[in-house]
């Protein structure tokens, strides 16, 4: 079975433009979850979508964003982008994003701000 | 809320040289601890879950024990492939993952 994919791997965007980046998760997985990794804050739970919708949400500020779409890939945006945006954004999937599921995570798109 | 601190941050081993990485937590009714290995550039690959206190997971050199305040990544005779970051994370209700920083593992040959 094919694991997670993520795309683009690498980006180098400047402050104020936005960025999209897509996941592709497991199939049959429904629930995608989007991570921020960075040396100063580690992995940091961004927000979750299951049947197209949001169903949960971490401590950013509204210009990170993201959707899934019916075949459960998701995208996720960010909006007049900062120095502070550069990081490593994670996505991982699971099947229904349960309590207690295991959660397998993509390769990551590696993001610059400049 | 939910935390999690990761001990050593760093840790250098010889090859065969056997010990342990902590991961203390601190959460509101535990659902599961999750460990984690990642390699530089890459994404965290899966490696156990644990459930409840007292439970304990294998895996070829690796082995998983928690209780209700920690759990132990006990890595025995480790190998240079060994070397990545571990991470550990907690999941108290729904999907969201709380993950601690992390502990850097050097094995040398």
């Known amino acids: 079975k094919a694991g997670v994919t993520q795309t683009p791997r690498y980006l180098i965007k400047t402050r104020g433009q936005q960025v999209t980046l897509s996941c592709s998760p497991i199939s049959g997985h429904r629930s995608v979850s989007w991570y921020q990794q960075t040396p100063g804050q580690g992995l940091q739970f961004l927000f979750e979508y299951f049947s197209e919708t949001q169903r949960n949400k971490g401590n950013f500020p509204g210009r990170f964003s993201g959707r899934q779409f019916s075949n459960s890939r998701s995208e996720m945006n960010v909006s007049t982008l900062e120095l502070g945006d550069s990081a490593l954004y994670l996505c991982?999937?699971?099947?229904?994003?349960?309590?207690?599921?295991?959660?397998?995570f993509g390769p990551g798109t590696r993001l610059l701000v400049l | 809320e939910d935390q999690v601190t990761q001990s050593p941050e760093a840790l250098r081993l010889q090859e065969g040289e056997s010990s342990s990485l902590n991961c203390s937590y601190t959460v509101s009714g535990l659902r599961g601890l999750f460990w984690y290995r990642q390699d530089p550039g890459k994404g965290p690959e899966f490696l156990f879950t644990l459930y409840s206190a007292g439970e304990e997971k294998e895996k070829e050199r690796l082995k998983a024990t928690l209780t209700k305040k920690e759990s132990f990544l006990h890595i025995t005779a480790p190998k240079p492939e060994d070397s990545a970051t571990y991470l550990c994370a907690v999941q108290a209700g729904g999907s969201r993952l709380t993950f601690g920083e992390g502990t850097q593992l050097t094995v040398n040959p």
């Open positions: 991982a999937s699971s099947s229904t994003g349960g309590s207690q599921e295991t959660q397998y």
